[in-house]
């Protein structure tokens, strides 16, 4: 399990996090860094915003909480 900010988040292993503090994103990409899953960003009033690409699987596991997975 990470944290992004003040989310937890779980992934599978095949799923490899690159996260911009700054900026607060978060990219989720295959661990060969092949191809882009999905997108995190915190908005202006800190409101997670997800820009899911394809073939991901999100589950909200309680508040704050996130587990991702894929169909692979």
């Known amino acids: 399990m990470m944290n992004f900010f003040d989310w937890k988040i779980e992934m599978v292993e095949s ?10 994103r ?10 882009i899953h999905m997108a995190l960003e915190l908005d202006e ?9 394809w073939n991901i699987n999100i589950t909200i596991l309680g508040d704050k909480h996130l587990k991702f997975t894929t169909n692979s």
């Open 15 to 24: 799923l490899k996090p690159y996260i911009d503090i700054e900026n607060k």
């Open 26 to 35: 978060m990219a989720i990409l295959t661990t060969e860094d092949d191809e």
């Open 45 to 53: 009033i800190n409101s997670l915003v997800m820009h899911p690409r």
